[in-house]
C-alpha cells in the first residue's frame, strides 16, 4: 500500500521560514517526479514546486520562485520543501504528490497523493 506523508506545517508569522517533509512508502520512489501541490482556503489546488527523477530539474510556481527550494533524498524515501519569508498568501494545504517517471503537469499527470498538511501565515 502507497503511502505519503507530510509533516512540519504549522502556524508562522509573514517572514518565517517552514520546512515541509513528505516521507513516501509502499513504492520505489526513486522512479517517480515528487513535487507539492497547495490549496488555499476558497481557491483550486495549484502546483508549487517538482523535482525530477535525478534531481536534474526542478520546478517553481511563479509565486515562490526565490522562496522556495525544492530536494529529495531517495535513500530515504523523503521529499524537502524549504519555505523562507513566508507570507500570508502562502497560506493553504500544502500535498505532497508523486508521477511516474519524469512526467509533470497539473493534476492530471499524478498517480499518488499525501492528505496534507496546513502551513498558516500570520502578518
Known amino acids: 500500500q502507497v503511502q505519503l506523508v507530510e509533516s512540519g506545517g504549522g502556524s508562522v508569522h509573514s517572514g518565517d521560514s517552514l520546512t515541509l517533509s513528505c516521507s513516501a512508502s509502499?513504492?520505489?520512489?526513486?522512479?517517480?517526479?515528487i513535487g507539492w501541490f497547495r490549496q488555499a482556503p476558497g481557491k483550486e489546488r495549484e502546483g508549487v514546486s517538482s523535482?525530477?527523477?535525478?534531481?536534474?530539474?526542478?520546478y517553481y510556481a511563479d509565486s515562490v520562485k526565490g522562496r522556495f527550494t525544492i530536494s529529495r533524498d531517495d535513500a530515504k524515501s523523503t521529499v524537502y520543501l524549504q519555505m523562507t519569508d513566508l507570507k500570508p498568501e502562502d497560506t493553504a494545504v500544502y500535498y505532497c504528490?508523486?508521477?511516474?517517471?519524469?512526467?509533470?503537469?497539473?493534476?492530471?499527470?499524478?498517480?499518488?497523493w499525501g492528505k496534507g498538511t496546513l502551513v498558516t501565515v500570520s502578518p
Open positions: 509502499g513504492l520505489v520512489v526513486d522512479y517517480y517526479a
Open positions: 504528490a508523486l508521477s511516474y517517471g519524469d512526467s509533470w503537469g497539473d493534476e492530471s499527470y499524478i498517480d499518488y
Open positions: 523535482i525530477n527523477t535525478s534531481s536534474s530539474r526542478t
